[in-house]
């Protein structure tokens, strides 16, 4: 079993800052590409940012130089920092990353974690 657990949401004025963490944990061999997603209320669930194992990073256009990616392979897991928050980055945030198991090592699947929220507002 894989489990991504998301931390660091919450309740934060515009123009302040967050940092969430997703913690990969269970049968792991090995990851691949990490990525944010977030959905809004009544919105699609959209990328944000996504990193790569040799640390590649690309982002939304709406969020390129306020939030950034990054990921520690050795704890697989992986952070966003949220910078210059607006009303329009609240969300869920969700966790996906792309996990080769110790159990099924030919294969590589898809994992979400269940979210984390998070709220801008005055």
């Known amino acids: 079993q894989v489990q991504l657990v998301e931390s660091g949401g919450g309740l934060v004025q515009p123009g302040g800052s967050l940092r969430l963490s997703c913690a990969a944990s269970g049968s792991i061999l090995s990851i691949s590409d990490m990525r944010w997603y977030r959905q809004a209320p009544g919105k699609e669930r959209e990328l944000v940012a996504a990193?790569?194992?040799?640390?590649?990073?690309n982002y939304a256009n709406s969020v390129k130089g306020r939030f950034t990616i990054s990921r520690d392979s050795a704890k697989n897991t992986v952070y966003l920092q949220l910078n210059s928050l607006k009303p329009e980055d609240t969300a869920v945030y969700y966790c996906?990353?792309?996990?080769?198991?110790?159990?099924?090592?030919?294969?590589?699947?898809?994992?979400w974690g269940k979210g984390t929220l998070v709220t801008v507002s005055s």
């Open positions: 990193v790569t194992s040799g640390g590649s990073t």
């Open positions: 996906n990353a792309a996990i080769r198991r110790t159990t099924v090592p030919n294969n590589i699947a898809n994992y």
